[in-house]
């Protein structure tokens, strides 16, 4: 799973205390943020992934279509 650091506080002295409670294991550094790593790579790829497979008169149709509701024509 994917993980994600605890926020760090501003405040110099609450930070030091962190800090010697994540290195004394008090506190543990790292949340899990409940995503499945397969789906987030899959989200990182993307466009490129979907255009691969396309012909390119489907891409120029599909980029038509965004431009006309970019600007608003009909």
């Not at 010697?20 to 499945?36: N, Q, R």
């Amino acid at each position: 799973m994917a993980e994600k650091r605890i926020p760090r506080p501003r405040d110099p002295i609450a930070l030091a205390k962190l800090i010697g409670d994540i290195a004394t294991g008090e506190v543990v550094d790292k949340v899990d943020d409940g995503k499945d790593p397969a789906a987030a790579e899959m989200g990182r790829k993307g466009a490129a992934a979907r255009s691969a497979g396309m012909t390119a008169e489907r891409r120029a149709e599909i980029a038509k279509k965004a431009a006309a509701k970019r600007w608003g024509t009909p």
